[in-house]
């Protein structure tokens, strides 16, 4: 669950603009059935299984439009959901329940998503050590919620963003000159409680990344065998990541070589929508 100050600093300024994108100047069609404020009620019906995630924000968006509106459920994020399940009502004025239901459907489906995406590829790990993780290509100004989205289906959080945490990739190889010169230049100039993570496509920048001081070696796009041969190397002077074409199919192949950490993009740039729908409003009693 998130908790009321994180919504406010963090969540609240990206659904505003969101219900702004869908609000220009006013919701025409909900204004020309209801032209006067009356209280109702909608139904969330599950329309696929999967892992919930992002029921606050769902809620949240209504509660921006009416602050008086509420969301009843007995379910919570990361639970498994079946199709046709009815999830929870909402309450509110008819007008803010109609004109915030897609802002609020779009958060709960992409998330719900991404956190079911996420359960699959970490079931594969399970018996395991290596640890699954997401990264940084994220749907623009959705990347809080999809984080979020990946923690509740069983990942874990890559940095969330540049300022989080030095990892030097090939350009910023370039840039240096070396691996060995990146390195250097990173730990003169990072705070000492920064680990160092650089990017490697061979073996030999592996052995390069080692007697630099490396806290952490990416591998990057390589081949299983050549995977292994670069954990060996490492031993325990290091952490190793896998990176780069990493599909559910190859992540046991992966567990077996003994990786520390392996990321994905896939979690959060390929994870398809959980289908939710908002059905059968009606107007309260009063």
Do not use: W
């Not at 994108?21 to 009620?41: C, F, H, L, R």
């Not at 007995?74 to 915030?100: C, F, M, P, Q, R």
């Amino acid at each position: 669950m998130i908790n009321g100050v994180t919504m406010k600093i963090n969540v609240d300024s990206y659904l505003i603009n969101t219900l702004k994108e869908d609000i220009t100047s006013e919701d025409v069609s909900t204004n020309a059935v209801m032209p006067e404020n009356k209280q109702g009620s909608a139904q969330l019906i599950c329309k696929q299984d999967g892992i919930i995630c992002g029921l606050d924000v769902f809620e949240r968006a209504f509660f921006l439009l009416d602050e008086n509106s509420r969301f009843e459920t007995e379910y919570k994020d990361g639970d498994e959901v079946k199709k046709g399940t009815l999830i929870g009502t909402v309450y509110g004025e008819i007008k803010a329940l109609l004109s915030a239901e897609r802002t609020g459907l779009n958060y709960l489906q992409r998330m719900s998503g991404i956190a079911t995406m996420t359960r699959e590829y970490a079931d594969e790990l399970k018996g395991y050590k290596t640890v699954l993780l997401d990264t940084r290509k994220t749907t623009p100004n959705m990347r809080p919620f999809e984080k979020h989205a990946v923690k509740v289906g069983g990942g874990t959080n890559h940095r969330y963003n540049l300022s989080d945490g030095v990892l030097l990739k090939d350009n910023h190889i370039g840039a240096a000159g070396s691996i060995t010169k990146a390195i250097e230049m990173a730990k003169a100039y990072a705070p000492f409680v920064r680990k160092i993570e650089i990017e490697t496509e061979t073996l030999e920048q592996v052995k390069e990344a080692l007697e630099a001081g490396a806290d952490i070696i990416m591998l990057d796009n390589m081949d299983n065998e050549t995977m292994r041969k670069a954990v060996e190397l490492v031993g325990k002077r290091a952490q190793t990541e896998c990176s780069g074409n990493v599909t559910k199919e190859r992540l046991r192949e992966i567990g077996e070589i003994g990786l520390d950490f392996v990321s994905c993009g896939a979690l959060t740039h390929s994870a398809p929508i959980l289908d939710f729908s908002l059905k059968n409003l009606k107007p309260l009693e009063d």
